[in-house]
């Protein structure tokens, strides 16, 4: 008798990640839990937020600068032809905001 059980459950790539895209998906995910207001995407977001520190190696002081940051963005009005916050734009310009990539470059730790 053949037993199969189908995995449906991805495993994380977190740790085929450059100490670059793990600063660059926290700062996604803290940008994430800062603008929205919703309890569940904003524990999902903290909670992936602290997956991604925990497999860094950089110093606590470069996420502190990579937040005053994102506060920023987070703290943007934007408008459009619909009516909406847009946070999730906010948060896609942040982690293309070249303030962050340089600091990423300058700072990380490879």
């Excluded at 999730?88 to 490879?110: A, G, Q, S």
Aim: glycine content about 2%; some cysteine.
């Amino acid at each position: 008798m053949l037993v199969w059980q189908p995995s449906f459950a991805q495993e994380a790539l977190t740790t085929r990640y450059s100490q670059s895209e793990l600063l660059k998906n926290w700062a996604l995910s803290h940008c994430l839990a800062l603008v929205y207001k919703d309890d569940v995407v904003k524990n999902d977001a903290r909670a992936t937020a602290s997956a991604y520190l925990e497999y860094g190696k950089q110093s606590v002081e470069i996420y502190h600068e990579i937040d005053e940051i994102a506060k920023k963005y987070s703290g943007l009005k934007y408008n459009g032809s619909i009516s909406s916050d847009f946070n999730t734009m906010k948060c896609i310009d942040f982690i293309h905001d070249r303030e962050l990539n340089e600091l990423i470059k300058r700072r990380v730790e490879k």
